[in-house]
């Protein structure tokens, strides 16, 4: 008898793994706020290859994003809490090799099983709480639809801290949509080893470039922005945090997954210096 399934824990029937099999299709309500930080911070956190955007070091974007997920067939769709889940994450831009870049140091995410996919894609997942104003298809006083002058808010915390805080007063539909998210997202693929005198030697180390297809967007409305990030132990989010803040953008987006590109093995440099 084999164990079956794409992730852990492999089991006979292969039913038990926290991530099925790719392909993973997402949507998401996504809130975005474009801002700057300290450049010294910004690239103090670039990966290796990675080099500070001359004519803009300093800008980042922190996102707020309400997902639903599901893979091939949707069964997850029925069962919400298998498909829904909230994360709040910073970019920073950067340049690799000539070309911008943007890179994720920092996110938080409430449910396991895109903490697990995040790290199989190089996104560094930790669990938090986020909470997002919500849309319905009503237009009420408790829910402020998309219309020019509706606040929209997005919090982030983790271990009884708050980490992030974040709102948009719509003004009306965007032109362009949010500009600090908008290069490709390369990020790092890391997992280290146990094995005595190796800690330092990961068993995974490479950087890699997002790959998605089937990609779809709604009108973006865009407006003003505020954003906080708070220090809290155990967390340096907070060296990011914003030095002039930008426009907010609110919008759903929707993307496939099912492969990714790797740029370069950091493994294999280490190995052979
Ligand atoms: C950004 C993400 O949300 C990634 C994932 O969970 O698959």
Redesign the pocket.
Known sequence: MSLNGYSLPRSPLGEANLVPAPP?H?VGDFLVIDYWADPEAVAAVLPPGLEPLPDDPGACAALF?D?Q?CSDGGEELTDPSRSQ?K?FFVVVNALLDGEQVTTCPY?W?DQDF?LA??WV?G?PKKLGDIWITRAFDLNVTAAPGLAAGSRIGGTCSARGRRLAEGCVTLTGPSDGGPVHNDAPLVNVRYFPRLAAGRHESPAVHELVRAKSYDRSISQVWEGDAELELFAAPGEEHAALAPTRVGKGYRFTFAYT?DDLESVRSYAAEEVSS
């Open positions: 993973w997402y994003v997902w997920s889940y994360e996110i995410v895109a996919r995040g894609q996104f997954i």
